[in-house]
């Protein structure tokens, strides 16, 4: 039930803030949150959004700056959420071909981390009266991992090639 899951959250949510409120708190969210969900839950600090396909990041970061800056949400809110993308990706199944083609996966990710850096900024332009020098700028950082593959000859498990692009800028 659905119902319960969201008064469960809510709940440990604000367990959570009272415990230590010198402290952010973040969810991993499944998808872009809306503005009934940031104001159902005014105690989250930090949302993280799991956005497929990895063309949709463009269009979640736009979202993401509408929301910020609409003035439904209070302005002391609006001015302390942030978020991040949790997960990104894209399937290495090509269903032109029917086959794995791990090169355009590793392409396709490499383009989203070039969108998020190149979008960032826009992410964190807000109301005029910041006044904390740590919310007005952008940082971006990237944690990559790499799935280890079975090798069909000898069973064994060996690293992916990983390729990796970090931002020179913001």
Known sequence: ???????????????????????????????????????????VDVWGLNIYPIEAIAGAMQQWHQLVNDTRIPKEQRDRISMYFSEIGRSAYDEKTGRVDENAQRAGVEQALR??????????????????????HSF???????????????????LHKCSIYIPLSH
């Open 1 to 43: 039930d659905l119902d319960v899951w969201f008064r469960r959250f809510r709940e440990v949510v604000a367990e959570t803030k009272k415990e230590d409120p010198r402290h952010q708190v973040t969810t991993a969210w499944g998808g872009m949150v809306d503005i009934k969900t940031v104001l159902a839950f005014p105690e």
């Open 115 to 136: 969108t998020i850096s190149q979008y960032a900024p826009i992410t964190d332009k807000r109301s005029e009266e910041h006044t904390s020098e740590l919310q007005s």
């Open 140 to 158: 971006i950082s990237y944690a990559v991992f790499c799935l280890k593959k079975k090798n069909k000859k000898d069973n064994k498990r060996k």
